[in-house]
Nanobody, 116 residues
């Protein structure tokens, strides 16, 4: 069964850090382009960061550049999003994604709340 399962979300104070994990099963993650998206209440889902499957190049949304880091561990079939210097505007449901050709998989989403 193909699955992406996120973990590591929760409540954190402004300026704090969280690391999101996304474990893949049923397929081999290293053949896929991977990314993280988020959706805040009342807003469209937006891309946060991604890694190309072809050359490993990374992309970050301007709003998270310098604060978030995307990575993957092919030995664990898992991707990560390290989030530092979190701001209240980072509050959202975060989704991991893996895509390759016609295959496009999503995690179930995990809540990240940044609040004092």
């Amino acid at each position: 069964q193909v699955q992406l399962v996120e973990s590591g979300g929760g409540l954190v104070q402004p300026g704090g850090s969280l690391r999101l994990s996304c474990a893949a099963s049923g397929f081999t993650l290293d053949y896929y382009a991977i990314g993280w998206f988020r959706q805040a209440p009342g807003k469209e889902r937006e891309g946060v960061s991604c890694i190309s499957s072809s050359d490993g190049s990374t992309y970050y949304a301007d709003s998270v550049k310098g604060r978030f880091t995307i990575s993957r561990d092919n030995t664990k079939n898992t991707m990560y999003l390290q989030m530092n210097s979190l701001k209240p505007d980072d509050t959202a449901v975060y989704y991991c994604n893996a895509n390759r050709y016609v295959y496009n998989y999503w995690g179930q989403g995990i809540q990240v709340t940044v609040s004092s």
